[in-house]
């Protein structure tokens, strides 16, 4: 298995444009989280879906920040509109059954100008 | 207050020394903690996770974990300068099915 594919790897985006983030998960896998991370405020948790379905949301910073698993292979995050602040590495990171370990993609690194 | 905090850092040891990383958590219903490796411009990868009271061994790594203070750490046994990297300790609530992860301690191992 190729693990977790996220894209793009940088975005490089104007302030108010529309970000659109992307993930496979492992195949197999029924839990997905999306987590943002920055200096500041380290790794954060954004949402999470198990069998697709989004389970808790409650780390989305704001009604800009929307995430979607229309598969289990495929989910996006996006951003609309995007603000400066929004400026962070993505990670998308899947695992199976609850409390086993979760692995990472490589990460989105999105600066918003 | 954060839910697991850790000590940025960075803790330096030279080559061969024992690194010793700390972490609390404020959640007692936390039942499970990891331990991610970081390096600089990379993805967070699993080394250690613990679930029970008391050490758990790996290789060169030690897992500790108190459910009674509420603290985990892990022991990095001869360290390399490869193991310089940050280490990110998560704790998991089996009740919210998600981690929750401290902001890293950076450690940096001399030649």
């Known amino acids: 298995d190729a693990g977790v594919i996220q894209s793009p790897r940088h975005e490089v985006t104007e302030m108010g444009q529309e970000v659109t983030l992307r993930c496979k998960p492992i195949?197999?896998?029924?839990?997905l989280f999306w987590y943002r991370q920055t200096m500041m405020r380290g790794l954060e948790l954004l949402i999470y879906?198990?069998?697709?379905?989004?389970?808790?949301d409650s780390g989305m910073p704001e009604d800009r920040f929307s995430a979607k698993m229309p598969n289990a292979s495929f989910s996006t995050l996006k951003i609309q509109p995007s603000e400066p602040r929004d400026s962070a590495v993505y990670f998308c990171?899947?695992?199976f059954g609850t409390g086993q370990r979760a692995f990472f993609g490589q990460g989105t690194r999105l600066t918003v100008v | 207050q954060k839910e697991v905090e850790q000590n940025s850092g960075p803790l330096s040891v030279p080559e061969g020394a024992i690194a010793s990383l700390n972490c609390t958590y404020s959640?007692?219903?936390?039942?499970?903690f990891f331990w991610y490796r970081q390096y600089s411009g990379k993805s967070p990868e699993l080394i250690m996770f613990?679930?029970?009271?008391g050490d758990k061994e790996d290789g060169r790594f030690t897992a500790q974990l108190n459910k009674a203070s509420q603290y985990v750490s892990l022991l990095i046994r001869d360290s390399q300068p490869s193991d310089s990297a940050t280490y990110l300790c998560?704790?998991?609530?089996?009740?919210?099915?998600?981690?929750?992860f401290g902001t890293g301690t950076r450690l940096l191992v001399s030649p």
């Open positions: 990171a899947s695992s």
């Open positions: 195949s197999g896998h029924d839990y």
């Open positions: 879906f198990n069998n697709n379905v989004p389970i808790d």
């Open positions: 959640d007692r219903g936390s039942q499970s």
């Open positions: 613990i679930y029970s009271n």
């Open positions: 998560a704790g998991m609530n089996t009740g919210f099915q998600k981690l929750v």
